[in-house]
């Protein structure tokens, strides 16, 4: 079964230290792989996907993701976190049998603390 | 903004109560999406339009009908909901292309919806 796990509720981290949130997925096949954030009372924002080619993909804000085939994972990072960036981060794979369909995480949420 | 706008924001109603909720993409794509979004589960996708088309319906209620008169317009109507339908309702639009499991979906900001 296709399927996205975010295996942290909330991650916490000061200003200016580096972050990462965990994704690990299962997929058949080739997976597409998108990062979105959500700030309060907002929709979804996309942040960045990975399709094909070099596993490392930047994206906005300053994130940026690696997919990790072996260990089927695409943890997003940021080297420097921003007060700004407290948010619910969301992990999603397309499902390959159904592509009009996106599998989404449970979401992580982010609190960076001045 | 993503370029998805949804009214109202935020809407109460009565389980005996009609509403319609409204997106509109200014994106000119030509797939739109309706999602729940309750507290701690994840998004759940409810209805897929392609091309004006529905091509998928996941399993959601009959108290739930869409309609999508055309690519930029989707409407999500609502009557005799329950209680557990209070959610967060997220519409979002794709570009449909030949490469569609490569398309990026862009969402709009949700109605809050709270069933009384």
């Known amino acids: 079964a296709q399927s996205v796990a975010q295996p942290e509720d909330q991650v916490n981290v000061a200003e200016g230290n580096p972050l990462t949130v965990k994704c690990t997925y299962s997929v058949s096949g080739n997976p597409y792989l998108f990062w979105y954030v959500q700030y309060p009372n907002r929709g979804l924002q996309f942040l960045l996907k990975?399709?094909?080619?070099?596993?490392l993909v930047k994206g906005s804000y300053g994130f940026e993701a690696e997919f990790n085939k072996s260990q089927t994972s695409f943890h997003l990072k940021k080297p420097s976190a921003l007060v700004s960036d407290s948010a619910l981060y969301f992990c999603a794979v397309r499902d390959m049998r159904n592509t009009d369909k996106l599998i989404f995480g449970t979401g992580t949420r982010l609190q960076v603390f001045p | 903004e993503t370029g998805v706008t949804q009214t109202p924001r935020h809407l109460v109603m009565g389980m005996t109560n009609k509403k319609s909720l409204k997106c509109e993409q200014h994106l000119g794509h030509n797939a739109m999406y309706w999602y729940k979004q309750s507290a701690k589960k994840p998004l759940e996708l409810m209805f897929v339009?392609?091309?004006?088309?529905?091509?998928e319906n996941n399993s959601v209620p009959s108290r739930f009908s869409p309609e999508c008169p055309n690519s930029s317009h989707l409407f999500l109507h609502l009557h005799t909901l329950q209680p557990e339908d209070s959610a967060l309702y997220l519409c979002?639009?794709?570009?449909?292309?030949?490469?569609?499991?490569?398309?990026?979906?862009?969402f709009g900001p949700g109605t809050r919806l709270t069933v009384l």
């Open positions: 990975y399709i094909t080619g070099d596993n």
């Open positions: 339009y392609s091309l004006e088309e529905r091509v």
């Open positions: 979002a639009s794709s570009q449909d292309s030949v490469w569609r499991e490569k398309n990026t979906q862009y």
